[in-house]
């Protein structure tokens, strides 16, 4: 390929990706706008709504979990605080 022929591949591609960015620049996915909407909607509620909602959703993920494992929620909830506090070093203050 002639160094000329190169340096033309590069303009039409980089003509192409600023256009491709304006394009979607404009443009916002359903997941943006799920996003968005589920963002609004938190930032609504009431401090005591959104930890009702966050302790609801744990709970949730617990079932999951457990149902996914095969395992009681008790099971399930001591199996999650292992895996939490397995990498974890202790700290330098709390062994004085």
Known sequence: MKAGRRTGDVVVLRD?????????????????QLRNESRRRVLEMS?????????RLGDEDVTLFA????LSE???????????????????????
């Open 67 to 70: 149902t996914a494992n095969g």
């Open 16 to 32: 192409f990706r600023q256009r491709c960015r304006r394009y979607t620049a404009v443009m916002t996915s359903v997941a943006d």
């Open 74 to 96: 008790a099971e399930a909830r001591l199996v999650l605080i292992r895996r939490r506090q397995a990498g974890r070093q202790p700290s330098a203050t709390a062994q004085r």
């Open 47 to 55: 401090p005591a709504a959104r930890l009702e909602l966050a302790l």
